[in-house]
């Protein structure tokens, strides 16, 4: 029995050990999380208040929601460049059609379908024609803001307050920001889709060995194209919640977006090679980016740091997810 009882400990133990290496990273920027928000929370006099945390978590909505869709992108070994342009032409088109009379409606309906459009573009030329990825979304970032900005004519172009499409980026229900809402429910729903969905799977062995994954009958570049429609479609979303909660749409908004949404999801631990995806780690480094971002405000630090930082602790993360994580599960096997 002492056998039994030694080998079934050690299995055990075993499995914990084993558990708590494949999760490290998120578990390490879990806690990171939890250090910022408790060095803030002291040094900063409002940050811990609950109308600054409510206007942090609006703030940190759309990064959240295009995060949590380029998960998917990069867990296939993909990339999307093109989010900051597709926010900013979302928006600024938002509202230009609400100016010319459209119903707010069919607006809304029509900027989320222009997004997936875009993303469809992205993906047809990345899955279906082999281009790279990084090219094709280059691309596409200098062509949407330049259209952005040619729709725009440079000028922001104000939106009705009375509409109710503004409730989407400055309402709220019971006290919480609508955004946050929305940013919750999609996080929820892509931690589902990615865990718990054969498309899920797919997307990870995609990423990690899309010869075998087509191999098996899998139709490997409609789920490269379809992770691109969701990274269009979430970033056009974005760009409407960013619009309405500032009533105006801005060929300059989204500018530097997508360095943003990259290192929060790289950040949670997934790896920029495919093969590897945390939806909860991206949920924490997207907080843990807009902690900082707030934090450093309150702290009277000049905003122009922030993309400092940003530049920075994408580079650290990459070196760790290559270097130090990668070791580290080597290790635990």
């Known amino acids: 029995m002492t056998v039994v009882s030694e080998r079934v400990v050690t299995t055990r133990s075993a499995r914990l050990t084993a558990h708590i290496g494949s999760h490290a990273q998120t578990i390490a920027i879990g806690a990171v999380l939890v250090l910022l928000l408790i060095f803030f929370s002291f040094s900063a006099d409002r940050f811990a208040t609950v109308g600054n945390l409510l206007n942090l978590i609006r703030q940190i909505s759309p990064t959240l929601i295009v995060a ?85 004519e440079g000028y922001s172009t104000p939106i009705d307050g009375e ?84 009533s105006s749409g801005s060929s300059n908004a989204g500018t530097g977006f997508e360095l943003e949404v990259i290192t929060a999801v790289v950040l949670g631990g997934t790896s920029l090679f495919g093969g590897r995806a945390s939806m909860l780690g991206t949920i924490f480094g997207a907080l843990t980016l807009g902690v900082i971002a707030n934090g450093l405000v309150l702290l009277h630090v000049s905003p122009f740091y922030v993309q400092i930082v940003q530049g920075g602790i994408l580079l650290l993360a990459i070196f760790a997810n290559n270097k130090v994580w990668a070791k580290f599960g080597a290790v635990r096997k």
Request: glycine content about 12%.
């Open 68 to 152: 949590v869709a380029m998960t998917f992108v990069i867990s296939t070994s993909g990339i999307d460049l093109s989010v900051g342009s597709t926010v900013a032409l979302s928006g600024s088109l938002l509202a230009i059609v609400l100016q010319q009379g459209w119903d707010p409606s069919l607006a809304l309906i029509a900027i989320l379908a222009l997004g997936a459009a875009i993303g469809f573009v992205n993906g047809w030329f990345s899955s279906y024609q082999g281009v790279p990825a990084f090219i094709v979304t280059l691309a596409m970032l200098s062509i949407l803001r330049g259209t952005a900005l040619r729709a725009t």
């Open 163 to 246: 509409l109710w499409i503004v409730q989407l980026g400055q309402g709220r229900i019971a006290g919480v920001p609508v955004p946050a809402i929305i940013a919750v429910v999609v996080a929820l729903l892509g931690w589902l889709v990615l865990t718990r969905t054969p498309f899920g799977r797919y997307v990870i062995g995609l990423g990690s060995n899309g010869e075998s994954l087509r191999r098996t009958g899998v139709n490997t570049r409609r789920i490269g194209l379809t992770v691109y429609v969701l990274a269009g479609l979430a970033a056009a979303l974005a760009g409407v919640l960013i619009a309405t909660r500032l």
